[in-house]
């Protein structure tokens, strides 16, 4: 199933996606995605309707240097254990908002991310079981101050700043993620390339570190790190991100107050 959600004129709501193209329909779900979804018999056109983030995550917890090409192109060693930081869902916009970038930053990078999204509260989970507590994936920018994260040494600055996690268009959850292209272009020149076979840790040992550290609950996202080739944006350019049998994510770039 196709999960996103959506504002129409009838208010915001959660819906399966049917179809390809101007064809799409979206489908409205009852109350929430998880579990089994069930529906209440309205639907609208997808082109008639504006898509929001597919999620609202109580937490966004990143993974950092899980390509090794990046902590290489970084400076930095490949972890022998993920390292994960937090991301607030304050920083959480859907296809086609804007990221703003703040007056007080002079370096910001893209990064293009397989994002997985939770379907079930769980805790201390195994590799084996991982799947099961799997919803889906989306598609993820973590948007990153290159110069607050050298300066503070740590990354909540730099990684929290609102509009700084782009999700969408839609959650996947009939899929394997285990080793799909994943891209990014800024104004249409690709600047990442890889595939998510890549990562150093892969998603079921993801979801077990990180369900060991915290309780995970429906919803909440895993972002799984980038690829080699991150760079800067600035005001004016649109940034896409592509994951191969997902769908493109695509954002404008502004600065605040413009």
């Known amino acids: 199933m196709r999960l996103g959600r959506i504002a129409s004129p009838d208010g915001v709501a959660f819906v399966s996606i049917e179809g390809e193209g101007d064809s799409a329909i979206a489908k409205e779900i009852a109350e929430h995605?998880?579990?089994?979804?069930?529906?209440?018999?309205?639907?609208?056109?997808?082109?008639?309707?504006?898509?929001?983030?597919?999620?609202?995550?109580?937490?966004?917890?990143?993974?950092?240097?899980?390509?090794?090409?990046?902590?290489?192109?970084?400076?930095?060693?490949v972890p022998d254990e993920p390292v994960i930081f937090l991301k607030p869902n304050t920083s959480i916009i859907g296809p086609g908002a804007p990221i703003v970038i703040p007056r007080n930053t002079s370096l910001v990078h893209h990064e293009a991310e397989l994002a997985v999204v939770i379907g079930r509260p769980c805790k201390d989970v195994t590799a084996a079981k991982a799947r099961e507590a799997i919803l889906g994936y989306t598609i993820a920018n973590d948007v990153s101050a290159r110069d607050h994260q050298a300066k503070d040494g740590q990354w909540a600055r730099a990684k929290g700043h609102d509009t700084f996690c782009p999700l969408g268009p839609w959650i996947e959850t009939d899929l394997d993620a285990a080793d799909l292209e994943i891209s990014a272009e800024v104004n249409g020149l690709t600047r990442q390339r890889s595939r998510t076979s890549m990562m150093v840790h892969d998603i079921p040992a993801l979801v077990e570190w990180v369900s060991a550290v915290m309780t995970l609950l429906p919803g909440d996202v895993i972002l799984t790190g980038t690829p080699e080739g991150v760079g800067p944006i600035e005001a004016g350019d649109t940034v896409s991100i592509t994951i191969e049998k997902i769908g493109t994510l695509t954002n404008p770039v502004v600065a605040k107050g413009a």
């Open 33 to 77: 995605p998880f579990g089994t979804p069930t529906f209440t018999g309205r639907s609208w056109p997808l082109a008639d309707v504006r898509l929001l983030a597919p999620i609202l995550a109580s937490k966004v917890i990143a993974v950092g240097r899980n390509y090794a090409a990046h902590a290489a192109e970084s400076g930095n060693e």
